[in-house]
T-cell receptor, first 115, second 112 residues
Framework: NAGVMQNPRHLVRRRGQEARLRCSPMKGHSHVYWYRQLPEEGLKFMVY????????ESGMPKERFSAEFPKEGPSILRIQQVVRGDSAAYFCASSPPGKSNTEAFFGQGTRLTVV | AQSVTQPDIHITVSEGASLELRCNYSYGATPYLFWYVQSPGQGLQLLLK??????LVQGIKGFEAEFKRSQSSFNLRKPSVHWSDAAEYFCAITDSWGKLQFGAGTQVVVTP
């Protein structure tokens, strides 16, 4: 059973470009969470999704950021018109359906660098 | 509102010595608590978790943690550290949705 897969592992974008980060949850997992880790800081919750639904996006910046988890395929975190301050590690985690308080498994992260 | 505090940003410990990392939480009900470890450039690995029951929780890599409701604490301990334990450690709490709120982390340096 493969773990949570994130790609790419490293992404370099110029200011103003778009960044797309992908997350394939563990097999059988239908809950996906995105977190952001800014340099020298802890992880901050961004968004919680289930298949085709955004459950909680209270941690998402109001502009330029969006997330989806379609019926088929990976979850996507999309950042439009990136700025230097978006440079961070973005982690995805997944957990199985049915239980609200259970272990979330993390991917290796995507390290975004905006130049 | 729930919150997690890790008072120590940085700890240096000698190899073979004991280690204790502090974690304090604020939560209105029974918390669900976790300790994760992050090696440089890597993702997070779960060390242990507390949901209910026995307040002394055993985890992987020889770590344990004790939940103390009276002190709102969930401190992580290891009797004898190894050089490979050098990493950053995060305490986290989860709400009813399962999303995690992390502490700021404690960087552990292990000296020979």
């Amino acid at each position: 059973n493969a773990g949570v897969m994130q790609n790419p592992r490293h992404l370099v974008r110029r200011r103003g470009q778009e960044a797309r980060l992908r997350c394939s949850p563990m097999k059988g997992h239908s809950h996906v969470y995105w977190y952001r880790q800014l340099p020298e800081e802890g992880l901050k919750f961004m968004v919680y999704l289930q298949k085709e639904n955004i459950i909680d996006e209270s941690g998402m910046p109001k502009e330029r950021f969006s997330a989806e988890f379609p019926k088929e395929g990976p979850s996507i975190l999309r950042i439009q018109q990136v700025v230097r301050g978006d440079s961070a590690a973005y982690f995805c985690a997944s957990s199985p359906p049915g239980k609200s308080n259970t272990e979330a498994f993390f991917g290796q992260g995507t390290r975004l660098t905006v130049v | 509102a729930q919150s997690v505090t890790q008072p120590d940003i940085h700890i240096t410990v000698s190899e073979g010595a004991s280690l204790e990392l502090r974690c304090n939480y604020s939560y209105g009900a029974t918390p669900y608590l976790f300790w994760y470890v992050q090696s440089p450039g890597q993702g997070l690995q779960l060390l242990l978790k507390y949901f209910s029951g026995d307040t002394l929780v055993q985890g992987i890599k020889g770590f344990e943690a004790e939940f103390k409701r009276s002190q709102s604490s969930f401190n992580l301990r290891k009797p004898s550290v190894h050089w490979s334990d050098a990493a950053e450690y995060f305490c986290a709490i989860t709400d009813s949705w399962g999303k995690l709120q992390f502490g700021a982390g404690t960087q552990v340096v292990v000296t020979p």
